[in-house]
């Protein structure tokens, strides 16, 4: 089985603020947007040195997505930051009716998703963001796993015409895709190959998907890890390709089973290939407070957790 | 252009009759809210705003209008069309189904004239800020202007809008606020007061235009000249704009009763005896 090597632990926010940085140095068009978390997104660099680009809205999200939505008349293309909470729930009608219904290129970037987010506890670890953006027509959903993924991503968007959600997080975790990626949008990366069972994650779950690929080998069963970094539009291909191989699937996503990863997928394998699937997500669950560690570890969200799916999911084929 | 008087009047005229065709036609839509500000919309589009017809979403050098309260559609679509930004004949597929003029503005079916969808209240000021805060980027000295419900003012999103413009000099920016006095259920002192809302924008520190005679033509170019000349000195501009609800159908006019209510045959008939055509009719 391929190996992966972490190059050391980097926050995926971070890789979201050198993206940003250098799209400022090579894109004139690119402008950003802040609701009063510029150290928290890591937009500094961004606003340094591009300062006639950056507009400090406060704490007024609303306000945020409206101007974004603005700022794309006139030929610009926004890049809107704040925690994930605010990004979406906060401001979902604004972001239906001003960015997607308008079909207005604008870039919504998000930070602090999931339960990562830790000590803060519940009221900003949405856990229904995927599900919230997905639903919108036209809205491309992004989820990324690493520092060196996530400043691809955010450079690659700049690239696309049309609305985009860009979902990242807090914590330092492990840096392991490669530092000169192209980022392509849609098309799910298959890390690992196997014959066992199909493990597709997104986000921070991609690296414990690897640990855990890693663990089942030594039992000799064989996984496939698929990193599906777009979630919408979701590549049915790389699934259905897979499945036809191993017959089983878990999906892993820091994100409620309602409305995920998961469902996305079984709609794809309901529509051409019903195949056993094991869900890795909350449960229709608030989260809490604690670090990232025993939060990802009470809520099933770890290697060890991917692990027992996948045993089990084996034995329903 | 430029026009005089009677043109304009004549205008606005056939702006009504085209607003209560269109709403009986599919027995639905708002025509108390678009008749009050078929002068103010007849103002901007004929004398005031300066355009291409030979639209583009970018509008670089040129004027940009914002709808915030998208549901006075009717008037929207009637001055777009009579001005030269789609074929007036269109007017008859108002919120039929297939068409472009949807029940509320969008740009997804592509209308020319119209920049962004609106309809759920409270979010036109915050688009008409970044576009304007575009303007300045592009070096372009064109003016941005939006219209606003005065009931829409209740929405928490515009007061986020009003400090950022204020705050951050948005200074090409002139937002008007339909003071009719009117929402969906009753006076707007009975459902929420609004209190001073000249008292609101000066403490926010914006210029403020009175405009008490709203559906007077001339009065309303006047208000808009001197609100142009306000601009680029750092501050953003309203223009409080008295206006009657239903203005020009003696029936429908001083009531909320028709914010969403199309009228009858017999009330139709009425309304266009009231109205002579003028331009022609679609």
Known sequence: MKKYTDSGKKDTRSGFGAGLEELGKTNENVVALCADLTGSLKMDAFKANHPERFFQVGIAEANMIGMAAGMTIGGKIPFTGTFANFSTGRVYDQIRQSVAYSGKNVKICASHAGLTLGEDGATHQILEDIGLMKMLPGMTVINTCDYNQTKAATIAIAEHDGPVYLRFGRPKVANFTPEDQKFEIGKALQLTEGKDVTIVATGHLVWEALLAAEELETQGISAEVIDIHTIKPLDDEAILKSVEKTGCIVTAEEHNFLGGLGESVSRVLAENKPTPQEFIATKDTFGESGTPAQLMEKYGLNANAIKTAAQKVIKRK | ?282
């Open chain 2, 1 to 282: 252009m430029p026009h005089n008087t009677q043109q304009l009047e004549d205008f606005v005229t056939q702006v009504r009759r085209d607003i209560l065709r269109q709403v009986h036609k599919v027995n639905s839509g708002h025509p108390g809210g678009s008749l009050g500000c078929a002068e103010f919309f007849t103002a901007l589009y004929q004398e005031v705003m300066d355009y291409s017809t030979n639209f583009t979403m970018d509008g670089i050098n040129e004027d940009l209008f914002f709808l915030s309260n998208g549901h006075i559609s009717p008037v929207f679509y009637s001055v777009l069309a009579r001005s030269g930004f789609f074929p007036v004949e269109e007017l008859a597929t108002f919120r039929h189904i297939d068409s472009r003029l949807q029940g509320h503005p969008t740009t997804h079916e592509g209308l020319p004239g119209i920049r962004v969808a609106s309809g759920s209240l409270g979010q036109g000021m915050s688009v008409a800020i970044g576009a304007a805060e575009a303007k300045k980027l592009n070096k372009d000295s064109h003016i941005v202007y939006t219209l606003h419900g005065d009931g829409e003012l209740q929405e928490g999103q515009n007061w986020e809008a009003i400090l950022y413009a204020a705050g951050h000099k948005v200074d090409n920016l002139i937002a008007t606020v339909d003071l009719n006095g009117q929402q969906i259920d009753g006076a707007t002192e009975d459902v929420l007061p609004m209190g001073n809302v000249k008292d609101k924008f000066l403490a926010f520190g914006w210029e403020v235009i009175e405009i008490e005679k709203g559906n007077n033509i001339v009065e309303i170019i006047r208000g808009l000249k001197e609100a142009k000349a306000l601009t680029g000195k750092g501050k953003p501009v309203c223009i409080l704009l008295t206006t009657v609800m239903g203005n020009g159908v003696d029936f429908m006019m001083h009531t909320h009763a028709w914010h969403g209510k199309a009228p009858n045959d017999e009330q139709l008939a009425t309304g266009l005896q009231q109205n002579p055509e003028t331009l022609g009719d679609y």
